[in-house]
């Protein structure tokens, strides 16, 4: 079983940033795709981010000019850094790890999911 362990959540000014972490317990870590997903109360759960093993990224439209996706297979982590933050930003961010080939743009595609960690953005 992987276990993700995530990390870096808080209050925020709007545009300011913040930096996530997730660490993954996995020894083929390096193997996996990974993925950001947020979730703000009352909404879906919805695509932020993904890095391939590879190391190509995807992103979401509403973040792509602010948010970097980066992995570091040396320490089986994966960080997602987030500037000019807006308050629409707010959400719970969840970190997820993908063995098999599929959509990264999609939940059903991850097979272990992290915990969360809050992300508020204030006005």
């Known amino acids: 079983q992987v276990q993700l362990v995530e990390s870096g959540g808080g209050l925020v000014q709007a545009g300011g940033s913040l930096r996530l972490s997730c660490a993954t317990s996995?020894?083929?870590?390096?193997?996996?795709?990974m993925g950001w997903f947020r979730q703000a109360p009352g909404k879906e759960r919805e695509f932020v981010a993904a890095?391939?093993?590879?190391?190509?990224?995807s992103y979401a439209d509403s973040v792509k000019a602010r948010f970097t996706i980066s992995r570091d297979n040396a320490k089986n982590t994966v960080y997602l850094q987030m500037n000019s933050l807006k308050p629409e930003d707010t959400a719970v961010y969840y970190c997820?790890?993908?063995?098999?080939?599929?959509?990264?743009?999609?939940?059903?595609?991850?097979?272990?999911w992290g915990q969360g960690t809050q992300v508020t953005v204030s006005s």
């Open positions: 890095i391939r093993s590879g190391g190509s990224t």
């Open positions: 997820a790890a993908s063995r098999f080939f599929g959509s990264l743009y999609r939940t059903t595609s991850y097979d272990y």
């Open positions: 996995g020894r083929t870590f390096s193997s996996y795709a």
